[in-house]
């Protein structure tokens, strides 16, 4: 096949294939394929080979997809990947109308439960959005089970100053009005620092939907995360000072790319989310993707995680030797609270570009 050519569409695919592979998962992998391929919309058929059409905000290099892997101990690992679809002609509306075409397949194909999407749907997804994101799925693939599908929203779509009501508002709309206050308390307490950033769903019947809200946290201190993390039940914050440590290298101001916390609401929950995630850029805090690596491998190792799996995972999306480029790795993320913790590691397709490692710096 002439490389010139290849669409993300197919590069992609190339990828989750070799992905679900690596990690054991060999059933249904043309479906899966299929699946990514139709949740990309038409623009999916754009050659990697010229400049993106849309600058996609899933990936630094504006490729509209992101893998990521899921380990916990004793549990196969989950694969997942975030979409965004986009139109032929891309812009803002043209690929909310991709995205809501994409669900309509789905409906039929995946047995969607859109009961909450609806429920929130006026809110986020309004005519004249005022951000380039609005809608992105994520695709979550295990073994022996349909994928499963999950919607983010952008609580920012209606502008910066609207964010915290769209929040309570959808908060409220999905049976959790009783969080909004917890989680103001814990992790919006500094203002024009910490911002509401993803609102997200899963497409499942409500007993087992979560909801989920992400708050990215600029320039932000250990101190400041951990107090977020205080604010769901079971988790045990002495976790997070340590794995900002391994991950970021420094346990003081993290002033690149933010921290991002995510709480997550289960049916039964009142106030008091079930579940907390922290999410580390770790690509803005090394060299290379070598030295990403084994930071991830040292997170893991202290959770009794297997090794030998995610090289295998980053053996099956890249081709490039690690320390010739950075963000590969993108997020390493720790989930805490119920059922047991667990890492995700964030992979960059890097479709369109490699983005060089950054020099060590040679102060004296
Ligand atoms: N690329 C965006 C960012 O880095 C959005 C994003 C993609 C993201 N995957 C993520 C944010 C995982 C947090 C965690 O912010």
Sequence with gaps: MDPQNVSI???????????????GMTENTVKSVGLLADTLGPGGLQPVSTRPEWPSGVADDHT??????????????VVRMIVEPTATRPSRSANTAAALAALDRMRHRENLDTGRFDAVRSLFLPDD???????????????DEAPAVKVYFNPEVRGKAAAEDLVRQGLERTGFAAGFPVLRDHAMTRP????????????VEQEQARVKVYISHHAAEVSDV??????????????????????????????????ISSYTFLQGDAGVPSGYSLYVPIRDYVTDDEEARRRVLAVMAKYDLDPTQFDNALRAITRRPLDEGVGLIAH?????????????VYLSSEAYDVASPRSISLAV
């Design 192 to 203: 024009g620092l910490d911002r509401y950033s993803f609102f997200a769903l899963d497409l």
């Design 226 to 259: 951990t107090r977020a993390a205080s604010a769901a039940r079971g988790v045990d914050v002495d976790r997070v000072p340590d794995f900002c440590l391994l991950t970021g290298g420094n346990t003081g101001t993290f002033d690149k790319r933010p921290l």
């Design 64 to 77: 509209p997809v992101e893998f990521s892997t899921a380990f916990a101990a004793g549990e196969p690992p």
């Design 332 to 344: 390493v993320s720790l989930r805490m609270g119920r059922p047991r913790p667990g890492v995700t």
């Design 9 to 23: 569409r197919d590069f992609t695919g190339r990828q989750l294939s070799a992905l679900l592979h690596s990690l």
């Design 129 to 143: 959005p005022e951000s380039d994101f609005t809608f992105w799925y994520s695709l979550v693939f295990r073994p």
